[in-house]
Structures are given as structure tokens and as C-alpha cells.
């Protein structure tokens, strides 16, 4: 299902690791300037490489996780699970919305045990958020960051609660979550 | 204001200020604004007033004092009330008003 290879163009001393997935391949170079030879200082290189790698996964994972979610709801069991989730969800965001309704803190709002409940259902739930902006503007911000570790949202459009939906949503679109 | 504004990352808080949710750090920003610390809930001529409640120490919401000795609040992102008293607003959601601000009132420029 997967494969990572990672490739050293010996001429021009650069690395390059490529990531298949059954959609989508990630290939990514290591950085400019990163041309050390493997017998000048080896340690140093390996721990470049570790450290390049880790990053790359860093970034693909969440993806990954939610894609995972994508393909198992096309099967039966995943249907029923997807089910679930999605129940568990709208009860939770239905209560959490209507407890919230008066709150002025942002800092009340996220730590409300619904939305926390939210935030532990993990990257599976992101699209049902995501759908949730759509339909009308709210504070899901902080869940999307907490879950995706990603903060779309610019210095200019803080706070701007609109902007900031549009913000996620063309994030979302950008990864192709939507 | 059409900015939400909370010591939280995505939310709009001024530069330089820390996000940290502590009522020293609310008192610092209303001051950027001309509003000082005070001790009377009471009308002053001259100057306006708005209120800081907290629970368990961290600010939970503000309230401002109308030119008619009213207060007026905005509970959570839509609803607009106006009530006696800062006393009115508190208990479990809003905690208790901790500390009242106060600046003079802007006179407009003189017309030459």
C-alpha cells in the first residue's frame, strides 16, 4: 500500500525521499545547501537525514489519518462506524453549542468537556467540522489546530470569524479534505 | 469592533502583549485604550466605565457602562443585553466583576 524510498544523486550530492500512497506521492528534496559528502561527516548527515525524514512524516501523517478514514467508510463496516462517529459527533456539537451560546470566553468555550470529547475523536472528525463551518461560521478554530496541528489563519484575519472559516475551508480545499 | 478579540492563537490580540489569560494582562491592553483602574461602579461625568468579571482568577467577560449609568454586555457572539448593574451578570457562567476600568470620555475637536 505504501512505499518510501529515499534516493542519493551521488553527482550532485543531493537527497531526495519519495513517498507513494495509493493516491498521491510526496516527493521532497532535502534542503538547499545540504551537501555534505558521506565520508566528510557521516554522523552529521545521518542526523540530517533522521531529522529530514521525521519532518516529512511529520506533515503526511495527518493526511494520512484522515484519507485512512476517507477509504474505510466505502467499506461496511466503516459505513456503520462512520455512523457512529457522526452521531457522536452532532450530540456532542449540538450540546456544545447550545452551553456556549452565552460564553464570552474563548478559553471556556474549548475547554467545555463536549468540545474536548470533539478533539478526542481525532482526525476522523475533521471533515464533519469542517462541514459544521460551512454550514455556519463557529469556533471550531481551536479544534482544527489541536487535531491537524495546522493554523491556516493569517496575522490580518484573526479574530475575523468569516475570514477565518474561509481561511480553513480553503485549507481544507488545499489538501483535498473537503 | 469587529474583531474577536481573546489572548488565544487564530484570535485577535494586540502585538506585544502575551496570550496569557490573566486579568494583569486584560488590564494592560484596556490601558493601551486610556482606561485605568478605579473603585466606583457608579455614573462619572466625563468618563466611561467597563467592568472585568473572572472565575478562578481568569477573565471570563466584559461589560461597559452606558451614558445612562446601564451596563451593557455581549453574551457569547450575538446577543446584546443591557442590565442595572454588574452585579446583575454574575454567578456560574461569568464568575464575579473583579475589576472596574475607567477612562475620560473623547471630546470631540473644537470647530475652528
Redesign the interface.
Known amino acids: 500500500m505504501e512505499s518510501a524510498v529515499l534516493e542519493n544523486d551521488f553527482r550532485k550530492d543531493v537527497w531526495t525521499r519519495t513517498t507513494t500512497r495509493p493516491d498521491y506521492t510526496v516527493k521532497a528534496q532535502a534542503p538547499a545547501g545540504w551537501r555534505l559528502t558521506a565520508y566528510e561527516r557521516p554522523h552529521l548527515k545521518n542526523q540530517l537525514i533522521r531529522r529530514h525524514i521525521r519532518g516529512i512524516s511529520a506533515e503526511i501523517y495527518f493526511i494520512d489519518r484522515i484519507r485512512s478514514a476517507r477509504e474505510l467508510l466505502r467499506t461496511a463496516a466503516g459505513k456503520k462506524q462512520a455512523e457512529e462517529l457522526s452521531r457522536e459527533f452532532q450530540t456532542h456539537a449540538t450540546k456544545w453549542q447550545s452551553d456556549?451560546?452565552?460564553?464570552?470566553?474563548?478559553?471556556?468555550m474549548?475547554l467545555h468537556p463536549s468540545y474536548l470529547r470533539i478533539i478526542g475523536m481525532g482526525p476522523p472528525v475533521v471533515p464533519l467540522l469542517l462541514k459544521e463551518l460551512q454550514k455556519e461560521p463557529?469556533?471550531w478554530?481551536?479544534a482544527l489546530?489541536a487535531i491537524t496541528g495546522h493554523?491556516p489563519?493569517e496575522e490580518t484575519d484573526?479574530?475575523?470569524?468569516g475570514r477565518?472559516t474561509q481561511r480553513w475551508l480553503d485549507w481544507a480545499k488545499a489538501q483535498h479534505i473537503s | 469592533m469587529?474583531?474577536?478579540?481573546?489572548p488565544?492563537?487564530?484570535?485577535?490580540?494586540p502585538p506585544g502583549f502575551p496570550l496569557d489569560?490573566t486579568i494583569e494582562n486584560f488590564v494592560a491592553v484596556f490601558g493601551t485604550f486610556g482606561y485605568q483602574p478605579c473603585i466606583s461602579l457608579t455614573l462619572e461625568e466625563g468618563f466611561e466605565k467597563v467592568v472585568i468579571y473572572i472565575r478562578q482568577g481568569?477573565?471570563?467577560?466584559?461589560a461597559r457602562q452606558l451614558a445612562n449609568g446601564q451596563w451593557t454586555s455581549?453574551?457569547?457572539?450575538s446577543?446584546d443585553i443591557e442590565h442595572k448593574s454588574p452585579l446583575g451578570l454574575e454567578g456560574q457562567?461569568?464568575g464575579n466583576f473583579s475589576t472596574v476600568l475607567r477612562r475620560p470620555i473623547p471630546q470631540p475637536a473644537p470647530v475652528p
Request: charged residues 20%.
Open positions: 456556549v451560546r452565552f460564553i464570552s470566553s474563548v478559553a471556556d474549548v463557529a469556533h478554530f481551536q489546530e493554523n489563519v484573526r479574530g475575523r470569524v477565518m | 469587529d474583531r474577536f478579540w481573546w488565544v492563537s487564530q484570535y485577535y490580540w489569560l481568569k477573565p471570563t467577560h466584559m455581549k453574551l457569547g457572539s446577543w457562567e461569568y
